[in-house]
């Protein structure tokens, strides 16, 4: 019953020997899985720190193209009030320049808006202030 006994012992003991080398092999491959997975963890952080850098960037280029967009839109707003005003002012110069083309033209109503001026002496002070007045519209 001794050698039995001592068979029983040595086949258990071998046993667990093959057991915890076998256990050890696991360990060792499930540590090269963590240091993989943590590795690939910081990589993913690392990932996740440069996407919001960009996603900030991206908010501020925003911000500033808006603020852009805001003063190019009062710049344009300032500039067609004032294209309007000096469309109305010359539609003002040329409906009174017509009138007045209209009165020398036909004649006898030229005298009375010229206070006696000749109409041939009007037509030369008006080719004279031409320049003048296309130079101050500007």
Do not use: W
Not at 4 to 22: C, G, K, P, R, Y
Not at 30 to 40: F, M, V, Y
Not at 67 to 80: F, G, N, P, Q, V
């Amino acid at each position: 019953m001794t050698l039995f006994h001592m068979n029983l012992s040595f086949f258990v003991e071998l046993t667990l020997i093959a057991l915890l080398a076998a256990t050890l092999v696991y360990c060792a491959l499930l540590e090269r899985k963590l240091s993989a997975l943590r590795k690939g963890q910081d990589g993913f952080k690392q990932i996740i720190l440069d996407l919001n850098s960009a996603i900030v960037s991206a908010g501020a280029s925003m911000r500033a193209l808006k603020a852009s967009a805001s003063e190019a839109a009062e710049t344009l707003d300032a500039r067609i009030a004032s294209a309007r005003s000096l469309n109305d002012e010359l539609a003002l110069v040329t409906a009174s320049g017509e009138r007045i083309a209209d009165r020398i033209a036909n004649g006898g109503p030229a005298k009375q808006a010229t206070n006696g001026i000749h109409p041939a002496a009007l037509q030369s002070r008006l080719d004279r202030l031409k320049p003048q007045s296309m130079g101050t519209m500007r």
